[in-house]
């Protein structure tokens, strides 16, 4: 949290948190004391992914943000690539900035060879299922222009899970969103252990197929 904050004075930072048995509230809560750009969202239970990206977006809308970014808080994404993805918005005219593994100076840190296998798989089926013309689909870090977002039918998004990241990208682009991909190094997580079941990868897949119809 804190390397977010440092990354831009631009940048407000937003935790939402499902009632994690490691204590994330009560950190947060102790750093807001002496922190007025840090804020959190705090929910009952295990709600998803999907729902707490939605519960960021609206909390910035709601608080008038003119960009709004979401990412990983396991070490996967690094804050400091935020400032670039901030001045490509700036400077091209894009509505969502992507951090992006696989495009030039973009990389993958740390994965096996059956995960790198499995991203490049998802990424090919996103591509190809939902039209999609960018390299990292299943990238969640990434910036949006608010007006895109306001513009976006937030809530007819059906994912609750991790499907939630190509799904915001697909509706994205149905309402003529620009896009740019900024290169990262991306990570493999420094704490806490992977969520992603057998059940997500399914619900990913049928959150795709019925999107393609």
Not at 56 to 71: C, E, N, P, Q, S
Not at 190 to 197: D, I, L, Q, R, Y
């Amino acid at each position: 949290m804190r390397a977010v904050l440092d990354s831009s004075a631009r940048v407000d930072a937003v935790v939402v948190d499902d009632s994690s048995p490691d204590g994330t509230a009560d950190l947060v809560n102790a750093l807001r004391l002496h922190e007025p750009r840090l804020f959190l969202i705090s929910r009952p239970g295990k709600l998803g992914l999907g729902t707490a990206y939605v519960a960021g977006i609206r909390f910035g809308l709601d608080a008038g943000y003119d960009i709004i970014a979401t990412m990983d808080a396991d070490g996967s994404h690094d804050p400091s690539a935020l400032p670039a993805m901030l001045a490509q918005l700036d400077a091209d005219g894009a509505d969502v900035v992507i951090g992006s593994r696989y495009v030039a100076g973009g990389s993958v840190e740390n994965f096996s060879l059956a995960r790198k296998a499995n991203s490049a798989v998802a990424n090919a089926v996103a591509r190809a299922l939902l039209g999609l013309r960018v390299r990292d689909c299943t990238s969640g870090f990434r910036a949006y222009d608010a007006t895109l977002l306001r513009a976006m039918r937030l809530d007819a998004l059906r994912s609750t899970g991790y499907s939630m990241v190509p799904e915001l990208l697909y509706e994205a682009t149905r309402s003529g969103a620009r896009i740019a991909e900024v290169p990262i190094a991306f990570r493999n997580r420094e704490k806490g252990v992977s969520k992603v079941t057998v059940g997500e990868i399914l619900s990913w897949m049928r959150t795709v197929a019925a999107l393609r119809r």
